[in-house]
């Protein structure tokens, strides 16, 4: 079943960050091409400090590079993260903010480097992740998480899991997911003056990813896919995001295929909320870290 948690009203520090952000946007000169992208991306990943007691590496995995974040005492258990940025930006750095959700669990995380379109369209982030999670999943509780992009890349990544016989993650995490590269949503329209990302910018990313394909292909699009078999499913969701279409319509998916599905919507959240130093961050990532530490006890 689908069970909707709803937070509270905003508090006043995610208001005056949005009203602030919302206006840097404003003055930055136009519509954002792939290099500005990469840039903000990059300077707001920056910011994200891991926690005390965790160790972060570098390395590589089946070709592909990764970052490693190892608590003292870790247990068998990991949890996979696949980090955002339109498929066009992003990096495992944005990992270090979810640290704290290996060091609580007593596990680690592992976030995948993928390659970036348009250099590397689809499905070279879906073959990276993949053949990461081949890896470091075999025979070992993993939960996946990932956020935005990276959220929708998630699923694509569950369903391929489940498709080619491999073992299934015990639980999957999902924050903001782009789940629809077709952008169809109308929360584009109610949420496109509280929100920093935009249809146009965001069609313009899709594009790049999927080159000639149709944006409705279901592994470039999960939404369209099938979530039969779908490990239990938390999807946390801002109600200022322009992708908050998008999680209502994935939540509604996972349950008609009978899947064990919560849908948490936080007041006032817009996209990436969770990547800044605000009540409604630490709100969302206290239920995902009792989400996941349920998902290894069982």
Same mark, same amino acid.
């Given at each position: 079943?689908?069970?909707? +948690?709803?937070?509270?009203?905003?508090?006043?520090?995610? =208001? %005056?960050?949005?009203? #602030?952000?919302?206006? @840097?946007? &404003?003055?930055?000169?136009?519509?954002?091409?792939?290099?500005?992208?990469?840039?903000?991306?990059?300077?707001?990943?920056?910011?994200?400090?891991?926690?005390?007691?965790?160790?972060?590496?570098?390395?590589?995995?089946?070709?592909?590079?990764?970052?490693?974040?190892?608590?003292?005492?870790?247990?068998?258990? +990991?949890?996979?993260?696949?980090?955002?940025?339109?498929? =066009? %930006?992003?990096?495992? #750095?944005?990992?270090? @903010?979810? &640290?704290?959700?290996?060091?609580?669990?007593?596990?680690?995380?592992?976030?995948?480097?993928?390659?970036?379109?348009?250099?590397?369209?689809?499905?070279?982030?879906?073959?990276?992740?993949?053949?990461?999670?081949?890896?470091?999943?075999?025979?070992?509780?993993?939960v996946i998480v990932g956020e935005?992009?990276?959220?929708?890349?998630?699923?694509?990544?569950?369903?391929?899991?489940?498709?080619?016989g491999a073992d299934a993650p015990?639980?999957?995490?999902?924050?903001?997911?782009?789940?629809?590269?077709?952008?169809?949503?109308?929360?584009?329209?109610?949420?496109?003056?509280?929100?920093?990302?935009?249809?146009?910018?965001?069609?313009?990313?899709?594009?790049?990813?999927?080159?000639?394909?149709?944006?409705?292909?279901?592994?470039?699009?999960?939404?369209?896919?099938?979530?039969?078999?779908?490990?239990?499913?938390?999807?946390?969701?801002?109600?200022?995001?322009?992708?908050?279409?998008?999680?209502?319509?994935?939540?509604?998916?996972?349950?008609?295929?009978?899947?064990?599905?919560?849908?948490v919507e936080i007041a006032g959240?817009?996209?990436?909320?969770?990547?800044?130093?605000?009540?409604?961050?630490?709100?969302?990532?206290?239920?995902?870290?009792?989400?996941?530490?349920?998902?290894?006890?069982?």
């Amino acid at each position: 079943m689908v069970r909707v +948690l709803k937070s509270q009203r905003p508090s006043r520090r995610l =208001v %005056a960050l949005q009203k #602030l952000m919302l206006w @840097a946007t &404003s003055h930055a000169g136009g519509a954002h091409n792939v290099g500005r992208t990469r840039k903000i991306t990059q300077s707001m990943e920056s910011r994200q400090r891991k926690v005390r007691g965790v160790q972060e590496s570098t390395a590589t995995v089946a070709g592909v590079p990764v970052r490693w974040f190892r608590p003292a005492q870790a247990g068998p258990g +990991l949890i996979f993260h696949v980090h955002g940025g339109a498929f =066009v %930006a992003g990096s495992s #750095l944005a990992a270090r @903010a979810h &640290s704290g959700l290996a060091q609580s669990n007593s596990v680690e995380l592992v976030s995948v480097d993928y390659r970036l379109a348009p250099e590397h369209p689809f499905p070279a982030a879906l073959d990276d992740v993949w053949a990461v999670y081949s890896e470091v999943a075999r025979n070992r509780p993993t939960v996946i998480v990932g956020e935005s992009a990276g959220g929708g890349l998630a699923m694509s990544l569950v369903r391929r899991a489940l498709d080619q016989g491999a073992d299934a993650p015990k639980a999957l995490v999902t924050m903001f997911p782009w789940a629809d590269l077709s952008n169809s949503s109308d929360s584009f329209l109610r949420n496109e003056d509280r929100d920093l990302l935009s249809r146009e910018g965001l069609s313009r990313s899709a594009v790049a990813y999927a080159g000639d394909l149709d944006l409705k292909t279901p592994l470039l699009s999960p939404l369209f896919g099938s979530f039969t078999d779908f490990p239990p499913t938390l999807i946390v969701v801002g109600t200022h995001d322009c992708l908050l279409d998008d999680s209502r319509h994935v939540a509604t998916r996972l349950h008609a295929a009978g899947v064990d599905a919560s849908l948490v919507e936080i007041a006032g959240g817009f996209h990436g909320f969770i990547l800044l130093p605000v009540p409604e961050s630490k709100e969302a990532k206290q239920r995902i870290s009792s989400f996941v530490g349920r998902a290894f006890i069982h």
